[in-house]
Structure formats: C-alpha cells, structure tokens
Antibody, heavy 125, light 107 residues
C-alpha cells in the first residue's frame, strides 16, 4: 500500500528556517516525480514545488522561488522541502504528493495520485 | 503563468441533486485538467484526470468533460459523503496551478 507521511512542521518566527520531510512507503520514491502543495488557513490549494524522478529537475512557485529547495534522498525514500527566510504568508498545511503519469493514450497526463496527511507550518512573530 | 478560475466558490445542494462545477483556464491546456476532492483534515483525493478519465475506485456518479480552456465536473446524484471542497488543477504547465476551490454544502 502506497503511503506518504510528512514531518518537520512546527512554529517558527519570520526569517527562520524549517525542513519538511516526506517519507514514502509501498513504492520506490525515486521512480516518480514528487511534489509539495500547501493550503493556508481558509484558502485553497497552492502548488509549491516539484522534483522529477531523477532529482535533476526542480520547479518552484514564484511565491517560494529562491527561498525553498526541494530535494530527495533515494536511500531513505524521502523527499525534503527546505524552507528558508520564512514569512507569515507561508503559514499553511504542507502536503507532499506523488506524481502519477498516464501515457495510455497518444498523450501523457500528470496528476497527484497519493497524498500525505499534511504537516502544519506556522510562521508568526 | 496559466490562471485557473473555478466557479462557483460555494454551492448548496441536497442529497440526490445533480451538480456541476466549472473551471476555466487562461489559455488552452488541451485536456490537462484534474479534479480533486478535499475534506477537512484529510488528504486531497484525485477524482478525475485528463479532463474526463475517472481514477480507479472513484464512483461513476463523478464525471468530467471539456477541452481547451473550459472544463466541467459533474456529480450526477449527490451522496452524503460527497459534501466536500473540490479543486481543479491544470497539469499543462510546470506550475500545476489549482483553481480556487468549490465548497459543496448540504442545503
């Protein structure tokens, strides 16, 4: 059974750093792209970052570019999100998600098929 | 960046009703559009991908349609467990932009 579990959330002050971890089980995390999505209190889902299966290509939302870094450790089947220079607007529940690809037709389609339960990050003075 | 506009932002309906939620992208995204269901305190759940492909295990009362820039999620006969927030997401770009969400409430 595929499972994802985030950890590392907590309370920090503005300007501080935090590293989130996402441990996968039931599948090889190195075979799939993995992403982070967040939901601020009372807001919708916001895509944050994604890393490809090889770990060589990463993308970031403009709101976190230059401050957040996504990485993966294949030996630990874990994906990380290093968050630096945190701001109050980064307060959210952070979810990691496994990227699935369906290429059964002429085109390939990506979607997040498994998600973790989320970890809360609170940034406040 | 691609913008995704979802409507309505909230919707009241009764068990057994047919409901429709729409998403409009700021440019053509072919059929690279996904729909998720999200309940408080739980992980989001994929319902439909590629605009109209039902994810395995999802009840057939859920259906999706559309291509280009306009898409629709339809629930043919609402069940009590369907009251949740629904999000669309484009997967055409590398930004995977989500719509703002539609909160489906019991009337």
């Amino acid at each position: 059974e595929v499972q994802l579990l985030e950890s590392g959330g907590g309370f920090v002050h503005p300007g501080e750093s935090l590293r989130l971890s996402c441990a996968g089980s039931g599948f090889s995390l190195s075979t799939y792209a993995m992403g982070w999505v967040r939901q601020a209190p009372g807001k919708g889902l916001e895509w944050v970052s994604i890393i490809d299966a090889s770990g060589g290509t990463t993308y970031y939302a403009d709101s976190v570019k230059g401050r957040f870094t996504i990485s993966r450790d294949k030996s630990k089947n874990t994906v990380y999100l290093q968050m630096n220079t945190l701001r109050a607007e980064d307060t959210a529940v952070y979810y990691c998600a496994k990227d699935a690809v369906d290429c059964s037709t002429a085109n390939c389609y990506n979607f997040f098929d498994y998600w973790g339960p989320g970890t809360l990050v609170t940034v406040s003075s | 960046d691609i913008q995704v506009t979802q409507s309505p932002s909230s919707l009241s309906a009764s068990v057994g009703d047919r409901v429709t939620i729409t998403c409009r992208a700021s440019q053509s995204i072919s059929t690279n559009l996904n729909w998720y269901q999200h309940k408080p305190g739980k992980a989001p759940k994929i319902l439909i991908y590629a605009a109209s492909t039902l994810q395995s295990g999802v009840p057939s009362r859920f259906s999706g349609s559309g291509s280009g820039a306009d898409f629709t999620l339809t629930i043919s006969s609402l069940q009590p467990e369907d009251f949740a927030t629904y999000f669309c997401q484009e997967s055409y770009s590398t930004s995977y932009t989500f719509g703002q969400g539609t909160k489906l409430e019991i009337k």
